[in-house]
């Protein structure tokens, strides 16, 4: 559970990945359960990483003119985050897995 909540005290300072990579680092081979828990809310927090990356590149490119699509995206995209994350802790505290949506698995 504190591999995804986690990410909400972290996330205050853009590096919403440490809490669930510490986590992984150090019980990853403690308990597969928090192994598997980790890895996935690593993976997604990664993965907002490179969608943030790449919408600030668009805005670059764009001269700005992106900004009036990716706003919008952007805030329907942080909402679906905080969503997600509220069923994979409730996931993990009922003992069940859980996989992010259009997570990219970069880390195995």
């Known amino acids: 559970m504190l591999a995804h909540v986690g990410v909400f005290v972290a996330a205050w300072f853009a590096m919403g990945?440490?809490?669930?990579?510490?986590?992984?680092?150090v019980y990853r081979y403690?308990?597969?359960?928090?192994?598997?828990?980790?890895?996935e809310s690593l993976n997604f927090q990664l993965s907002l990483l490179i969608y943030t990356a790449v919408a600030v590149v668009l805005i670059?490119?764009?001269?700005?003119?992106?900004v009036l699509?990716?706003?919008p995206l952007v805030v329907i995209g942080?909402?679906?985050?905080?969503?997600?994350?509220?069923?994979?802790?409730?996931?993990a505290s009922?003992?069940?897995?859980?996989?992010y949506p259009l997570s990219i698995r970069l880390v195995r």
Not at 30 to 38: C, I, K, L, P
Not at 60 to 66: D, V
Not at 78 to 83: E, F, H, N
């Open 60 to 66: 670059l490119i764009t001269f700005g003119l992106g």
């Open 30 to 39: 403690r308990s597969d359960f928090v192994r598997r828990h980790a890895l």
């Open 17 to 25: 990945f440490l809490c669930p990579l510490v986590i992984w680092l």
């Open 94 to 99: 009922s003992g069940s897995d859980y996989r």
């Open 78 to 91: 942080a909402v679906a985050a905080l969503v997600v994350i509220i069923l994979a802790t409730m996931a």
């Open 69 to 71: 699509i990716i706003i």
